[in-house]
Structure formats: structure tokens, C-alpha cells
């Protein structure tokens, strides 16, 4: 009997996005199945490089069996109704309006953020801004279905006997991670990036009467559950060979930086938006949504740790340090 791990190969297939993060990593494992994790956008270019990406393994879009998607940003979902009519479409159940382009599901979203920002500082021309990049994004992709939804589990992933799911929350809610448990290789999407830190963004709870989801406290704890992985596959940049040693450096970081965050306060109390401007004062004019999520969330490692306090005065969140 051939040993499963030498059996199924993995073989990465960079594509490029029109995106700052750059080219996006997808991969192809191949055993009894074909299995593809995550598309690339909906360009033209993605697209060619992705046929031309397969045809080099021998393979066409049709030969491709199951298709796995880590989380619901465009870059890695794009171009997956290429595969509808003839690859299983897998992912997080929370996956699926994101997927089929639910425009309830948008709008929801999108009252959520206008209500949320604004009380906790964020102008409106700042808000405008983010629900227009928002509409940008959504071009990047075309309507699907998702066919199967998957849980945390350490078996049964469709086309990949001998891997597991874990599910990763934190950079989005939608987040897995697949992991092979012989020797411990995890194809991670954007759960931990060499060259970057992925951002935990803020995201509007799923079920209404939720609170909204700490996306960085999240993210922490997602870290920290995979710390026993051997090797991770990223969906962008190179593989990271000692994942343990750079969790390791990814925590420390974001305590450092929630204490360059109270520091930065001063004893003054601030919303979020204003700490933002003052942290990110060139920054935030450029990526209003990917700051503020920065600094919301080290906020909320700081109100975790009962460092500070947020009060409501006036209908707007004030964030002040406990003394």
C-alpha cells in the first residue's frame, strides 16, 4: 500500500489579483480526486493564468472534482462558477450569500456598518467610501452555489481522505483551513501570511440579534489552535516552514501594538475613528475599513483585558482608559 502522503501531491498555482496584496496562491492536491482550494478573482487575467496553471498539471477546468473555498473575499472566490457544473463547491456554511451574491444579505450588511461606524465616529463621507469600494469588490465575482456546507471536523473532506477541517475565524467569518493530519500541513488561506499580518476585519454579526463578532480576539484564538501545524500553504506569498514560531511573533505583536494603542490615547477619551486618524493619520484616508478594523480590534483586546472602558454618551461610543 502506497503511503497517502506521497500519494497526494500538492502543487500551488500563483494567480494575480488587481488587489494591494498581490498575487493569491491556490492550490491543486491531487490523489483519487482532484481537488482545487480557492479560484482567484473574476478577471481576465486570473482566469488565463489559471487554465494555463491546470493545463500545466495536465489538467482541465472540467477534470477538477471538488472545489474548497477558505473564506469569501473575492480574490478567493471569483472565479469559482467556473467549476459549477462539474466540481462539488465546499465551504463554511456562513459562505453561502457571499457566494450566491445574496443582494438581502448586502444590504443588511451594509445597514449594519452605516448604524455601527457612525457611533463610533466615523463620518459619513468615510462610511460612503467604504460601502462604494465594497461595490467594487463585488465585481470581482460571479454568482454560485455552494453545494456542501463543512464544520470543524478531522475527517471526511470531501476528495481528500486523511485531511481535516479547521474552522479559523478572525480575518473572516467565513475562514477554514484544511490540514493534512499525517504530517501536519495546512493549506491556510489567509490565516497566516509570511511577509504580512493578516487583518482581523470587523464584520457585521450573521444572526441579527448576535453581538458583533471581536474579529482580532477571534483571530487570536484561531492562531493559537493551529500552533501544532508543521507547515502552512498561504494563499498569498511563500510557505511558512515554522508556523509555531511565527504565531509566536504574531501575538506578541498584537500586544505590543494594543499598548502603542493605549499609549496614543493618553488618558484622553477618544471614539475609534479618532484613534484611527491619530495612529493612521495618511493611512486611514486610503483604507478606511482596513484601519478602522485595526483599531477596533486592539481595542477590544484592551477592554478584554479591562484596560480600558467604552461608554455610549450622545449615541456615540467613547473609549476611555481604566486607571
Not at 467594487?136 to 476528495?159: I, N
Amino acid at each position: 500500500m502506497h503511503n497517502k502522503t506521497e500519494t497526494m501531491t500538492v502543487h500551488k498555482i500563483p494567480l494575480p489579483t488587481p488587489f494591494l496584496v498581490g498575487d493569491i496562491n491556490v492550490y491543486v492536491i491531487k490523489g483519487d480526486q482532484v481537488v482545487l482550494v480557492d479560484t482567484g478573482p473574476d478577471t481576465k487575467e486570473a482566469e488565463t493564468a489559471l487554465i494555463n496553471g491546470l493545463n500545466n498539471l495536465s489538467l482541465k477546468v472540467e477534470d477538477v472534482d471538488v472545489l474548497l473555498l477558505t473564506h469569501h473575499h473575492p480574490d478567493h472566490i471569483g472565479l469559482a462558477y467556473l467549476f459549477a457544473e462539474t466540481a462539488l463547491t465546499a465551504g463554511h456554511a456562513k459562505l453561502k450569500p457571499w457566494l450566491e451574491k445574496d443582494e438581502a444579505h448586502y444590504q443588511r450588511f451594509n445597514e449594519f456598518f452605516r448604524a455601527f461606524l457612525l457611533e463610533n465616529g466615523m463620518e459619513r463621507k468615510w462610511i460612503e467610501a467604504i460601502e462604494n469600494q465594497r461595490e467594487k469588490y463585488k465585481k470581482f465575482t460571479k454568482p454560485t452555489a455552494l453545494e456542501m456546507e463543512l464544520e470543524e471536523k478531522e475527517s471526511d473532506v470531501p476528495g481528500l481522505p486523511g485531511w481535516g477541517v479547521m474552522e479559523t475565524p478572525g480575518h473572516a467569518q467565513t475562514h477554514l483551513s484544511f490540514y493534512r493530519k499525517e504530517d501536519g500541513v495546512m493549506v491556510a488561506g489567509d490565516h497566516l501570511i509570511a511577509h504580512i499580518s493578516s487583518n482581523a476585519i470587523v464584520e457585521a454579526p450573521y444572526n441579527e440579534h448576535e453581538p458583533r463578532p471581536e474579529t482580532l480576539i477571534q483571530y487570536r484564538n484561531s492562531l493559537e489552535k493551529c500552533s501544532w501545524v508543521t507547515k502552512v500553504l498561504a494563499g498569498h506569498g511563500v510557505d511558512i516552514q515554522n508556523p509555531s514560531k511565527l504565531i509566536s511573533e504574531r501575538l506578541s505583536a498584537q500586544e505590543a501594538k494594543a499598548r502603542m494603542f493605549l499609549e496614543k490615547m493618553n488618558g484622553e477619551k477618544m471614539t475609534v475613528f479618532d484613534l484611527t486618524k491619530k495612529i493612521y493619520p495618511e493611512m486611514y484616508k486610503k483604507q478606511p475599513d482596513l484601519t478602522f478594523s485595526e483599531t477596533i480590534g486592539h481595542l477590544d483586546l484592551l477592554r478584554k483585558s479591562n484596560q480600558i472602558a467604552a461608554v455610549k454618551s450622545n449615541g456615540m461610543y467613547v473609549y476611555e482608559q481604566i486607571l
